[in-house]
């Protein structure tokens, strides 16, 4: 029988946060930690951009700052490289790999990376459906609509999916990130493992996104299905 005052589903959560606290926490460290040592290639997170981006032909894609810390990403419409006020100006081994990770999306962009096509193209479905999801599956357990709970369901595995196609996108953005640093800037070895580091931090919070995403979705399914023995 459902019992919609008790959630024991929400066990299921925690594994998920666990990561994500861990994944946050060591992003933190790991960032803090080589924000502080300087690189011995003379770039700066601007300099750096610009260079990788006229090397590999992108000469339109603009370079722009944008306010906060870590919130450096690459805009495929606009095709503009937006650089955190805490990366644009520094010379550090944590700025730069920041810089080229973005830098590997804008390729990834150019040469039609087919699971960044992907993503691209689930977006708006898939922010739609994070946003939208929840709200008719809880409307339809109130309610009593099966119909509601399904599409809540079907909503959300989009968003899902969206998350899990993420991952190969950002992992093959370090890899082309740390390829970049080595065979165009020749970075050192020891400055590459520190980019590494940094970088391996970031793509665990991918992990745990993922992770809490397809739980929450378990979730969902468990809670349709003892909606659908009570009585």
């Known amino acids: 029988m459902f019992i919609p005052f008790y959630d024991p589903t929400f066990l299921l959560l925690i594994p998920a946060l666990i990561l994500a606290i861990w994944a946050q926490s060591l992003v933190s460290s790991r960032y803090s930690v080589f924000s502080k040592v300087k690189s011995a290639t003379g770039f700066t997170g601007e300099k750096l951009a610009r260079y990788l981006l006229d090397s590999a032909g992108l000469y339109e894609v603009r370079i722009e700052t944008v306010s906060g810390q870590l919130t450096d990403h690459y805009d495929p419409r606009s095709k503009v490289i937006r650089l955190s006020a805490s990366t644009y100006n520094s010379d550090s081994i ?73 991952l190969p996108v950002e992992f093959d953005a370090s890899r082309r990130a740390l390829k970049l640093l080595e ?22 919070t991918y992990v745990a996104s993922t992770a809490m995403a397809v739980l929450q979705l378990l979730r969902m399914i468990l809670l349709s299905r003892a909606y659908g023995g009570r009585d």
Request: hydrophobic share 65%.
């Open 183 to 204: 065979e165009r800037i020749a970075m050192p070895a020891e400055e590459l493992e520190g980019v590494r580091k940094v970088l391996n931090a970031a793509a665990m």
């Open 94 to 166: 944590a700025a730069l790999g920041v810089v080229a990770h973005e830098i590997g999306h804008a390729i990834q962009h150019a040469t039609n990376y087919a699971p960044l096509i992907i993503r691209n193209a689930m977006a708006g479905a898939a922010g739609f459906g994070s946003s939208f999801a929840w709200i008719l599956f809880i409307a339809g357990l109130l309610l009593w609509m099966p119909v509601l709970i399904k599409v809540g369901i079907i909503l959300f595995s989009i968003a899902v999916l969206f998350t899990l196609v993420t």
